[in-house]
């Protein structure tokens, strides 16, 4: 029984010292707002609001799946510590954040809860019309959730992170409504630009791997074709790749869209039995970059797919205004 | 694949708390509602198996009921035995729900269509403060990082062959936990649980394929070597006298990518007893019994895990050394010179795996696992179990398993199967995060 002593000792030692270290932790955080965002693009979103107020911790690295991200060690230490926790919400995030929540033990967010960006966004699409569980998994239950490529996510995003960075912290309240209002000028600037974009692409038909790019489409007017998973979450099966090679060659579809996580092999036969390319699209903001440059490789990226490039004029617009 | 002991993926019965026990504001939105048909589907974010949902249904009705199914064709070709088997390794039940913002309780119900056993009924309090909690009941202790959950949720094709013989198929046991984690630094999360257990038994539901010393269900709460078997008294005893088990573990980011985990743990049987039958001088069976011993197994493990940029491959390496002290084994002792007896053998017996898997994409894996331990016997014969495996998930919640598994053994004849696994899982389905 004396090693037991020992170790419970060792125990008891280890764990007062990471407690003190924890509540210094606390009484740091009522200084600067801790936020951690599940996605870079709604990170980056929450710096430009809060500025200096914030300190932002972001999960997703950015070529990710977004629905199947890893966590590490530091996103529970984070999670822990954090004032506020944003995510998308809309069940994008559903496999790995209710898990973080409940793990990391956080009692301001388990009172609070998240901020959930999705709630209220106007503009759902590809809702299931109907349940049943001979269908099998889909993980846009509630419909696509994968918001942040639609250019609208920006203003509606940062709005909503203004309005929670003020309840959170009311004295900053005119710096918060000062930040998001200029954040949304320059958001409008870069809006002219993707829709110049858009026009050119207007009527151009796409498949998807899976329906992440389904809002930026839209704003595109790109003409929608299927996806090569039969279902959201449910990986292609060759019976389905099949269907989906007669139709992308009946409707005339010669692009295939196709995030960073995704095969890439796979994804380059499907298209190109269908007589398509596959094509890589951004899903979220990467290192070092904003929301609005992320955008901006998006459009970018979608012109390329059809060599297409926006007449001289349109790249005066892209000043450097980061 | 997002291996179940790793971070991600381990969401589990704590998932499955969050989404049922949490308070609402945990479970993610629903969106408009105005333009959704799902109306209630409030929250259906689930355990998950291997990533993503178990379902798209709501969790939200109390409590969650999820199903498992294991089963395997073994080709075993050893001197003892020959030839194709068809094995229903498992079938499990399990519910889980809420019964308070700060308690919640499961069990699980397993079978492999000889015997029902409840491996699991259990309830947990998490209102102490933001990072302890407490469970009671009868729960799967903590030790070492491959100990912790079913067989079948593990992405190795098998309990490593060390843990088994020196803790059983599973660790499942009657008693109190108490865990708690704290940050140190901004990367690192530090864990330990002290548990305090009135029995423990060595449950069993069948291996797959490999050496094959565990046959059946084993509901003497005992772990059976060579007729001998340990066995804790029923009934009151000293605090001194339960069995207790302890676990500390720190893991850390490393980079980017990475997460580097170490974790020491203990289990000590302080007070038991050796019990077998045998032929006394008289050829007639008698029990015999040896009481008042005691046992320790310690363990040290270490894993290292890293996956690409789009966390869609990736490399896992793990393993772990296990050393059994004390009182490690009982025979029946029949030589022509002495009488029958049951005699006790004291001392150190120890052994280890180690696994290296390789996630290739997001379904299919392969890996290779090493298990060499002594045996818990007094000559303590040493023995290697050698698995090469590739995990394909066709789905989310099916996987297909081929391993070829080799045994190498002093003391017995060597052994080679060939075992091609399915499971399935059905709705809710996790255990407790893989600390
Ligand atoms: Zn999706």
Redesign the pocket.
């Known amino acids: 029984m004396f090693a037991i002593r020992r170790i419970l000792g060792a125990f008891a030692v280890a764990s007062s010292l990471a407690l003190t270290s924890s509540s210094v932790a606390a009484q740091e955080s009522s200084e600067v707002l801790r936020v951690v965002a599940t996605l870079p693009p709604q990170a980056g979103l929450a710096s430009q609001v809060g500025g200096d107020a914030v300190q932002v911790d972001c999960i997703a690295r950015g070529k990710e799946n ?2 199947a991200v890893r966590l590490r060690p530091s996103h529970m230490v984070s999670t822990h510590r954090a004032d506020l926790f944003v995510q998308v919400g809309l069940a ?1 995030e559903h496999a790995w954040v209710p898990g973080l929540l409940e793990a990391s033990r956080n009692s301001r967010i388990a009172n609070d809860g998240p901020l959930n960006i999705g709630t209220g966004w106007p503009n759902l699409v590809e809702i299931p019309l109907t349940l049943s569980r001979t269908e099998g998994v889909c ?2 239950p509630l419909g ?3 918001v942040n490529l639609c250019p609208s996510f920006g203003a509606f995003a940062a709005r909503k992170i203004r309005d929670r960075l003020k309840s959170l912290r009311p004295e900053l309240s005119e710096k918060f409504d000062a930040n998001c209002a200029a954040y949304e000028v320059r958001i409008a600037e870069r809006a002219k630009r993707w829709k110049r974009i858009a026009a050119l692409l207007e009527g151009k038909k796409v498949v998807q791997y ?3 790019f389904s809002y930026l489409c839209i704003a595109c007017g790109i003409e929608r074709c299927g996806a090569l998973e039969p279902k ?2 449910v990986p292609p099966t060759p019976a389905h790749l099949a269907k989906m090679a007669v139709k992308m060659r009946d409707d005339g579809v010669k692009v295939v869209l196709r995030g960073a996580w995704t095969p890439l092999r796979l994804a380059q036969d499907a298209a190109a039995r269908g007589g398509a390319k596959a094509v890589e699209i951004p899903v979220m903001t990467e290192k070092g970059e904003t929301w609005l440059d992320f955008m901006d490789r998006a459009h970018e990226t979608l012109l390329e797919a059809w060599d297409l490039t926006l007449p001289e004029d349109g790249l005066n617009m892209k000043l450097a205004d980061d | 694949m997002k291996s179940i002991s790793n971070i991600t993926p381990s969401l589990s019965l704590l998932v499955l708390a969050s989404v049922l026990g949490a308070p609402e504001a945990l479970a993610q939105d629903s969106g408009p509602e105005e333009n959704s048909p799902v109306g209630l589907l409030e929250s259906p974010a689930m355990p998950r198996i291997y990533w993503g949902q178990t379902s798209r249904f709501t969790n939200s009705f109390n409590p969650a009921i999820g199903m498992a199914f294991d089963a395997s064709l073994i080709n075993m070709d050893s001197d003892d035995e020959d030839g194709f088997d068809a094995r229903l390794n498992l079938a499990e039940v399990t519910m889980q729900g809420p019964l308070s913002p700060n308690w919640w309780g499961g069990f699980a119900l397993e079978t492999n269509s000889e015997e029902v056993a409840l491996t699991e009924s259990a309830l947990y309090y998490t209102g102490l403060g933001d990072r302890s909690a407490i469970r009671a009941g009868k729960f799967f202790a903590d030790f070492g990082k491959q100990m912790q959950i079913h067989v079948h949720d593990l992405d190795i094709p098998d309990r490593p062959a060390v843990l088994r013989e020196y803790l059983g198929f599973e660790l499942p046991g009657t008693g109190i936990q108490y865990d708690h984690w704290s940050p140190i630094g901004d990367d690192t999360a530090f864990r330990f649980s002290v548990g305090l257990f009135s029995e423990m038994s060595a449950h069993d539901h069948g291996d797959h394929g490999g050496h094959d010393d565990h046959e059946g269900h084993d509901d003497d709460h005992g772990d059976e070597h060579g007729g001998v078997e340990m066995h804790m008294e029923g009934g009151y005893r000293d605090l001194s006298d339960m069995i207790m088990t302890a676990r500390a573990t720190a893991m850390t980011d490393v980079g980017t990518n990475g997460v580097f985990q170490i974790g020491a743990s203990i289990k000590t049987v302080p007070d038991f007893a050796f019990e077998g039958e045998g032929e006394n001088d008289l050829a007639e069976e008698v029990e015999f019994e040896a009481e008042g011993l005691d046992q320790s197994v310690t363990g040290f493990d270490l894993t290292y895990e890293w996956n690409s940029d789009d966390g869609m491959s990736g490399w896992t390496l793990g393993g772990e050394f296990v050393r059994v002290s004390g009182d490690v084994a009982g025979e029946i002792v029949n030589d022509e010179t002495a009488l029958v007896d049951l005699e006790v053998f004291n001392g150190d017996v120890q052994g280890y795996y180690a696994f290296a898997q390789h996630d290739m994409d997001d379904t299919n894996s392969f890996g290779v696992m090493i298990s060499t331990f002594e045996h818990l016997e007094e000559e303590a014969p040493e023995e290697t179990e050698t698995s090469i495996y590739w995990n394909h998930w066709p789905t989310e919640y099916t996987r297909l398993r081929l391993a070829a598994v080799n045994v190498d053994s002093e003391e017995e004849e060597d052994s080679q199967a060939l075992v091609f696994q399915l499971n399935g899982w059905f709705g809710a389905h996790g255990h407790p995060y893989n600390w």
């Open positions: 977004l629905h994008l993980v846009h696509n959730p994968h899976h329906k992440e959201p979450g």
